[in-house]
């Protein structure tokens, strides 16, 4: 199963070919307005008008309407539920990077909280520059992203993290951050490899350009 999750208003127009298409509040009118086969959405639609509710209403799409006087975001029930009734699936997120920056980092600490870290390796943010997976404690290898020359690690209660492989390598007894940025790949087909015993690791896929979101394969 493979889900896109519209959690906010992206600047591209997606071309992947997924099972389910979940809008996010005013993501959901977003996907309605540009003739997306929306199947379900979530939100308080506090961000969208009457009328603007009317067309995500007749879309035919599933609707979710929330209480806004509630503890989680409308995107963390939007994929609380999508991974409930289908805890396999491959999600990949538009739309939760940019925009008001509170938001922009509570989705993209989101998946390695308790409640999502067990799912984190399924989901993958994205935008026009960047990429964004979760990797679990253990020996992760990592391919390169078309496009996308820079890799990032952030530690989230990552212990012992160490890099291997890479254009700027680091041994576990030598950790002096949670943030490393601007790392690269050897070459194409080379693999990074991390490795760490415990919490998650956000790994950052970036481009100086603008990229074609319509040629990002699967992950």
Known sequence: MRILIIAGLPNSLPKFDYDTIVGVDAGALWAVKNDLALDVAVGDFDSVSDEEMI?????????????????????????????????????????????????????????????FSNFARQIMLQNEHNIIQYFSAGKNRIKQIAGMKYIGFIKVGADNFSIENAKYPLKAVDNFSEIYASNEFLADDELITINFTSGVVIAIHSSDTKLNVKAIGDF
């Open 55 to 115: 067309q995500i209403i007749q879309s035919g799409a599933e609707v979710h309407k929330l209480n806004p006087i509630k503890d989680e975001t409308d995107f963390e029930v939007a994929l609380s539920d999508s991974l409930e009734n289908h805890p396999d699936a491959k999600i990949r997120v538009i739309g939760a990077l940019g925009g008001r920056l509170d938001h922009e980092l509570t989705n993209i600490f989101l998946a390695t909280t308790p409640k």
